[in-house]
């Protein structure tokens, strides 16, 4: 069956510039994860959906970056007056719910100039 | 809050075997993951240990020791394929209760050489 996707597979955008990553779960995944991972890092947690509503925002690093689910499924993470420290790469995760295994999306890398 | 400590990089020969420890603190704590990570690619899951013991999953096997807060991934027979980021990850209750977030380690990079 179809995994988690994410759009862009890479972004590149100038600083200031505002930017919108997609994510599509597995279907019937009620949780959603967004996490960040600079290069040769780990998982930075940003954010956790249970169906539409965020009852864990406590990851994202400033007032600039927001996220947003519909419909219990798509989920967009906006990130606002892009600066450079932005640059890494938006990986997105599905599970059956927050107590099952959580299944990654490629990810998408952003680069900001 | 939750930390997790396991090593940075570690180099082993192919067909050994390896074991990369985790050792972790938290509250509220439910199980430890393991997940792989190639370069560039997505982490994929390997194994969830919720009770003490030794789970065997093929070549992999990971382990968990509740009351040392411990636990490992250790790897047979290792392959050239086997060369990627491995990352143990707790699951424990989070800021809110009732929901068991997943806080991840650093990684560790396993180098496979000939």
């Known amino acids: 069956g179809a995994g988690v996707s994410q759009s862009p597979s890479n972004k590149v955008t100038e600083k200031g510039k505002d930017v919108e990553l997609r994510c599509d779960p597995i279907s019937g995944h009620t949780a959603l994860y967004w996490y960040r991972q600079s290069l040769g890092q780990g998982l930075e947690f940003l954010i956790y959906f249970q169906g539409n509503s965020a009852p864990d925002k406590s990851g994202l690093p400033s007032d600039r970056f927001s996220a947003e689910r519909t419909g219990g499924s798509v989920s967009t993470l906006t990130i606002q007056r892009t600066q450079q420290e932005d640059s890494a790469v938006y990986l997105c995760a599905s599970s059956r719910d927050n107590q099952e295994t959580q299944y990654f999306g490629p990810g998408t890398r952003l680069l900001v100039l | 809050g939750q930390s997790l400590e396991q090593p940075s990089e570690v180099t082993a020969v192919e067909g050994a075997i390896v074991q990369i420890n985790c050792t972790y603190q938290?509250?509220?704590?439910?199980?430890l993951s393991w997940y792989q990570q190639h370069d560039g690619g997505a982490p994929t899951f390997l194994s969830y240990?919720?009770?003490?013991g030794l789970e065997e999953t093929g070549r992999f096997s990971s382990f968990l020791s509740r009351s040392d807060s411990y636990g490992y991934l250790l790897l047979q027979e290792l392959q050239m394929k086997d060369s990627a980021s491995y990352f143990c990850?707790?699951?424990?209750?989070?800021?809110?209760?009732?929901?068991?977030?997943?806080?991840f380690g650093t990684g560790t990079k396993l180098q496979v050489i000939p």
């Open positions: 990850a707790v699951r424990d209750n989070g800021r809110r209760g009732g929901y068991q977030k997943v806080t």
């Open positions: 240990n919720a009770l003490d």
């Open positions: 938290t509250s509220g704590f439910y199980g």
